[in-house]
């Protein structure tokens, strides 16, 4: 049995296509691709016509490959831009005209979905406690939850309003951000984390998506995809630290440049190191671990 499922999110798409197996899921072939569809939706709180379009080409071209690959079931999930758009149903009509219609998820839900891609994940099956760390383009979604006899119970789920183009088109819209605006970026960050997190037993704090993934791969250097390695790959962070600042020196052009970062992601990647970096500090914690399975894996047992 094949089945795919396409994330539309607000920086990028990602297609995962899946086989399942006495074992397990295992991916059959990944894509992803940065269009952006939230960029400046806090701001003007519609979707930019650009942006829609070239997310809408993208996804066709998903789902055609995703059929290609001999799936038995495709489905494609939006995220925070297409929850707090005033424009979604534009977007989404125009997906359902061209036959690759789109259920747009609810922050619960993706907080529950990124929660049980790791929670099933053997390569975590050792930790009785778990910090899910997921930060995307309008929102990032935390969940801590500690393993039982009877199974997981969570002792906090939110998704706060922290997102990378979120912050790019405010606080962080400076394409080289000096000291005085990351300190503003910082402090904002930090007082709308407050004290909602429990920093007193993370247990093991896995970060899910872009942030976590690109600085592996900038760090060892890898300018092709190798999951297998990134998979559970540790950041520390101290590490993740340094990388905010030799980032925000740099120009779009030139973090695009750099070996490990997804083209497209040089106008966020410097933001997104930024959110991880805070959120480890409130968690008063000395590492995280790298998750390349975002609430995706989790659908693929739903649909």
């Known amino acids: 049995m094949r089945k795919a499922v396409i994330d539309v999110g607000s920086g990028s798409i990602l297609l995962l296509v899946a086989e399942k197996s006495e074992s397990g899921w295992h991916a059959v072939l990944e894509r992803s691709k940065v269009t952006l569809l939230g960029d400046g939706v806090k701001q003007s709180g519609t979707l930019l016509p650009n942006r829609q379009a070239e997310t809408l080409a993208v996804l066709a071209d998903f789902w055609a490959t ?3 690959a001999g799936t ?12 707090i758009a005033k424009n979604s149903d534009e977007f989404l009509a125009a997906a359902t005209l061209q036959g ?20 099933d994940d053997a390569a975590f099956a050792e930790s009785n406690r778990i910090t899910i760390i997921d930060p995307g383009g309008q929102s990032t979604e935390v969940v801590q939850a ?13 998704s706060f309003g922290i997102g990378t183009l979120q912050l790019r088109g405010e606080l962080l819209s400076v394409e080289t951000p000096g000291p005085a605006e990351i300190m503003r970026a910082s402090s904002w960050i930090d007082d709308t984390i407050g004290t909602a997190i429990n920093p007193a037993d993370p247990g093991k704090i896995v970060c899910l998506g872009a942030p976590g993934t690109d600085l592996v791969c900038v760090r060892e250097g890898w300018a ?36 490990g ?18 959120m ?9 671990f790298v998750s390349i399975r975002g609430w995706r894996w989790a659908m693929l047992n739903l649909v």
Request: proline content about 2%.
């Open 100 to 119: 690759t219609s789109v259920t747009v998820l609810s922050d619960v839900q993706e907080a529950e979905l990124g929660f049980l891609a790791v929670a």
């Open 72 to 83: 038995n079931t495709i489905f494609a999930g939006g995220t925070a831009a297409l929850r």
């Open 224 to 259: 092709d995809w190798r999951p297998d390695e990134v998979h559970g790959a540790r950041l520390d962070y101290e590490e993740v630290g340094k990388a905010v600042g030799w980032l925000m020196r740099m120009t779009d052009a030139e973090r695009d440049l750099v070996i």
């Open 261 to 278: 970062v997804q083209k497209g992601r040089g106008t966020t990647i410097h933001i997104s190191a930024l959110i991880l970096e805070r």
């Open 66 to 68: 995703a059929e290609a």
């Open 146 to 158: 500690t393993r039982t006899d009877s199974g997981w119970v969570k002792s906090f789920e939110k």
């Open 280 to 288: 480890l500090n409130s968690l008063a914690a000395p590492e995280c």
